[in-house]
C-alpha cells in the first residue's frame, strides 16, 4: 500500500506479509536495494484487520467512511471484492469507532470465510519453491502483471497465460461430515473414487480449506486416504472468478 506524506515526500510503501517470514522477507528486499538510499523495517506499532462484508442487503464500499482519523489506512482489499476492506491502525485503536456498527469477529472465522471463497493467504497455502503464480490464481486477483518489465518465472508465466493451459487450480473444498479431530494434514493427496491422484490438500478449518486440484476431477467425487480411513469432500468454482475462467 502507499502512504502518502506531505507533498514534496516520497510515498512509503507498506507491505502486508505473512508474519512467518517477516526476516526472511526483510533479508529478500534488502539484497536488492543495492545503493538506493531505502529503508525497510517491520512496524510492530500496527495492527492489521479484516473488514469482512455483512450479508445485508446495501453492504458496499460506500458504508464505510472515506477517512477516520484512528485509521492509518482503510482500503478496499486489492484481491477481490468479497474479501472486503483492509483497516490497518496503531496499536490499541478502538475499531468500533472507526467502522460504527461493526463487530469484532476472530481470525478463524476470517480464514473460515477466505476458505469458502478460495482466498490462498500466507506460506501455508502458498507454500515458496511450490505453488506456481496461476495455479493459485493470482492472475484473478491483482497479483501478476503481465505488462511489467523482467522477473524471475515471468516468461513461463506470461506464455502459460497466454496459451490459456492451466490444468490445476487452487480451489475451496468441504467435508460433508465432521473431519478428523487430528485435522488434515498440509499436502494430503486427494484421491478420485476410482484411486486416481486429484490433487492435494493446502490448508483449512473444520469443515473448509483449500486444495490445489485437477480440473478435469472438480466436479467428480473425491477423497482422502488418512490411515486406511476414507474422509469424502467436494469442491467446487467460487462465484467472483471472471466469467470465462468458470467454464
Known amino acids: 500500500f502507499r502512504l502518502h506524506g506531505s507533498a514534496g515526500e516520497e510515498p512509503h510503501i507498506l507491505l502486508e506479509c505473512d508474519s512467518t517470514v517477516l526476516d526472511s522477507l526483510q533479508k529478500h528486499l534488502k539484497l536488492y536495494k543495492i545503493r538506493r538510499k531505502v529503508d525497510i523495517a517491520p512496524c510492530p506499532d500496527l495492527s492489521l484487520w479484516a473488514v469482512i462484508p455483512g450479508e445485508q442487503a446495501g453492504d458496499t464500499t460506500s458504508s464505510l467512511p472515506k477517512c477516520?482519523?484512528?485509521?492509518?489506512?482503510?482500503?478496499?482489499?486489492?484481491?477481490?471484492?468479497?474479501?472486503?476492506?483492509?483497516?490497518?491502525?496503531?496499536k490499541g485503536a478502538n475499531v468500533s469507532e472507526i467502522i460504527p456498527g461493526s463487530e469484532i469477529g476472530n481470525v478463524q472465522d476470517y480464514h473460515r470465510h477466505r476458505y469458502k471463497q478460495g482466498i490462498p493467504e500466507g506460506v501455508k497455502d502458498l507454500p515458496p519453491g511450490v505453488a506456481l503464480p496461476l495455479e493459485s490464481n493470482l492472475a484473478y486477483m491483482n497479483g501478476i502483471s503481465f505488462t511489467k518489465g523482467c522477473?524471475?518465472?515471468?516468461?513461463?508465466?506470461?506464455?502459460?497465460?497466454?496459451?490459456?493451459?492451466?490444468?490445476?487450480?487452487?480451489?475451496?473444498?468441504?467435508?460433508?461430515?465432521?473431519?478428523?479431530?487430528?485435522?488434515?494434514?498440509?499436502?494430503?493427496?486427494?484421491?478420485?473414487?476410482?484411486?486416481?491422484?486429484?490433487g492435494k490438500f493446502r490448508a483449512g478449518g473444520g469443515d473448509v480449506g483449500i486444495a490445489l486440484l485437477r480440473l478435469a476431477h472438480l466436479n467428480e467425487p473425491l477423497c482422502l486416504n488418512l490411515g486406511g480411513d476414507k474422509v469424502k469432500l467436494s469442491a467446487n468454482t467460487p462465484q467472483w472468478w471472471p466469467k470465462p475462467a468458470a467454464k
Open 151 to 198: 522477473y524471475i518465472g515471468q516468461e513461463l508465466t506470461a506464455r502459460t497465460h497466454h496459451m490459456g493451459v492451466i490444468r490445476k487450480r487452487l480451489l475451496p473444498v468441504c467435508f460433508p461430515a465432521p473431519p478428523p479431530s487430528h485435522g488434515i494434514p498440509e499436502g494430503a493427496e486427494i484421491l478420485t473414487e476410482s484411486g486416481k491422484p486429484a
Open 68 to 90: 477516520a482519523g484512528q485509521a492509518v489506512l482503510l482500503t478496499p482489499d486489492p484481491r477481490t471484492e468479497v474479501m472486503g476492506w483492509r483497516l490497518i491502525t496503531k
